[in-house]
């Protein structure tokens, strides 16, 4: 149980538009898909609980009930040969991530395991979710200006300096850096969850390297594919517009064009790790439905405080890097010497103002998850707004009274790693062992700055297709799921692409849902 008379670190109101509970003539009866479902005491995103006027079958949702008619059309079998399909279908694209430290530390290829029943979101509730994101992201690119400029929120005391200096990802090499337009951030993915409420909450911000658009595009095209019918009956929102947007956002970045005043020879790349990424997937799609060259750091190097592509034609000037690799790897004459994935002299370029990159060095530190608690308050300070779209409540170990209760209480928490990602670094206290419990304790008292504390949230859940033991039919069950819409910022304003990433945790009770945890995707519909 969570104290109530300790107040967390930050919390914040939310107001999100439901669908209401009713039950008509032409809601959606039971079949053998969803003979005995059970919401499980969570909130469903397809189903209302069961009332007595159901006679224990849960009633859609209204925005589902057009979609459900659909999948009840169809048998176990037919679904499960459709998803068998589409499974097959990303494997031989090529649609894979890859998983490091299984089988020895080796590396292996997986597809994103994909659910077929996609998830909806009415028109009224995807407003309150883009105007809070928008309003987020707003504050967060005010916020890396003010601390890589002026500071001033840390002199008014807003932010502890102390937070901020020791944060793994704060580059005092780019402090007094201008770039382009005072815009740090260009593409961000935010993880939102939903709790029992049903209310929005931003679970984290990722404004390094967000990843997963390409799953989101991939998704879509496939659902179009294999299942046409079920968007007769629904006006859903197109995402296939992203790359274009992203490309026009990037080349307005380029500093030639913005010298000339336009400058269609300017030379925008996407820089990758390279091939043993785990998203190289995602780095050559991009790239490919961009129409850019994807580079690795071998391919570029700076002359006289310029960037340049090795081509079979000579050097080409680059104008633009949208970056794939991490701050500490862009420039081994900056930040790590025995980096071999950057670029020697990238930072002396970006200094002068010869390339600019997206998103800009340094926006990590809003990616820590102590960040992350001051938010909220960011959003007041900058914005003089309150929050459209809440934090988890959240306890800083770094807090003398709220280290005591953390560890009092670590059993019935989350504790997660202030810059770890992909579900690694992270205790869920109620199901953890008694030895693991014990060393996440030692872990926050040895460094507690590096350590954050929540409580478990029932996560949403949302039907999906799960086989039979002979793997020949299957019914609807439901999964835990969260949602990592992608956000583009540009010349234009703030552009909020219409749906997302719904992440799926595919065991049955787990609540993680990261891909490589285990987790899957669906497709995520915004309607008219």
């Known amino acids: 149980m969570i104290a109530h008379e300790l107040r967390p670190a930050a919390d914040g109101g939310s107001t999100t538009s439901r669908g209401n509970p009713i039950v008509t003539d032409t809601a959606v009866g039971a079949s053998a898909l969803r003979d005995g479902y059970d919401t499980g005491g969570f909130y469903d995103e397809m189903f209302e609980p069961a009332t007595g006027a159901t006679q224990g079958t849960p009633a859609a949702r209204p925005h589902y009930e057009p979609l459900l008619r659909q999948i009840l059309a169809m048998d176990g079998a037919e679904l499960r040969k459709a998803a068998d399909a589409a499974n097959r279908s990303f494997l031989h694209g090529g649609v894979t991530f890859t998983v490091y430290g299984e089988d020895g530390g080796g590396a292996l ?3 994103l395991p994909f659910d077929p029943i996609p998830r909806i979101l009415p028109a009224a509730e995807w407003e309150v979710v883009e105007a809070g994101l928008k309003q987020r992201i707003g504050a967060l690119n005010s916020f890396l200006h ?3 400029h002026d500071q001033q929120i840390l002199r008014d005391g807003i932010v502890p300096r102390r937070l901020i200096v020791l944060a793994r990802h704060f580059r005092r090499e780019v402090v007094g850096i201008d770039v382009p337009d005072d815009r740090y951030v260009h593409v961000v993915g935010s993880d939102l969850v939903r709790g029992a409420d049903g209310r929005w909450l931003v679970l984290e911000d990722n404004l390094r390297v967000p990843s997963g658009v390409s799953y989101v595009l991939s998704n879509r095209s496939m659902m179009t594919r294999t299942f046409p019918d079920w968007f007769a009956s629904l006006a859903v929102r197109p995402v296939d517009s992203y790359a274009g947007r992203l490309l026009e956002n990037l080349r307005a970045l380029a500093p030639r064009r913005r010298r000339a005043g336009g400058d269609d020879n300017s030379a925008v790349v996407l820089l990758t790790p390279g091939p043993f990424n785990s998203a190289y997937f995602e780095h050559a799609f991009l790239a490919q439905q961009m129409g850019v060259e994807l580079v690795e750091g071998r391919d570029l190097f700076v002359l006289d405080n310029r960037v340049y592509m090795r081509t079979t034609h000579g050097r080409r000037q680059v104008d633009v890097i949208y970056r794939r690799v991490d701050d500490e790897f862009l420039d081994p004459l900056a930040f790590r010497p025995e980096s071999m994935l950057g670029v020697a002299g990238l930072l002396g370029a ?9 998103n800009a060095i340094g926006t990590g530190v809003a990616d820590d998850k102590v960040v992350y608690c001051y938010v909220p308050e960011m959003i007041r300070y900058y914005l003089g707004e ?3 779209l809440g934090n988890v409540p959240t306890y800083l170990p770094s807090d003398p009274e709220q280290l005591e209760h953390v560890l009092a209480n670590i059993d019935s928490l989350v504790v997660k790693a202030a810059n ?12 953890a062992a008694d030895h693991e419990i014990a060393e996440f304790r030692e872990r926050i008292i040895e460094n507690p700055r590096d350590y954050i504390a929540q409580p478990v949230i029932a996560l949403s859940r949302h039907p999906s297709f799960v086989p039979d033991e002979r793997g020949e039919s299957g019914r609807l069950e439901g999964r835990h799921v969260d949602l990592r819409p992608y956000v583009l910022s540009g010349p234009d304003g703030v552009t909020v692409v219409p749906g997302g990433l719904t992440r799926v945790a595919l065991v049955r009770g787990s609540l993680v849902v990261n891909s490589s945890q285990g987790g899957g995707s669906k497709d995520t519909w915004v309607l008219q």
């Open 109 to 111: 290829e997986r597809t």
């Open 146 to 148: 003010d601390i890589y």
């Open 350 to 358: 970006v200094r002068t103002g010869n390339v600019a990159l997206a």
């Open 386 to 388: 309150e929050p459209i």
């Open 420 to 431: 770890e990602s992909g579900g690694y670094g992270m205790l869920i206290g109620p199901q």
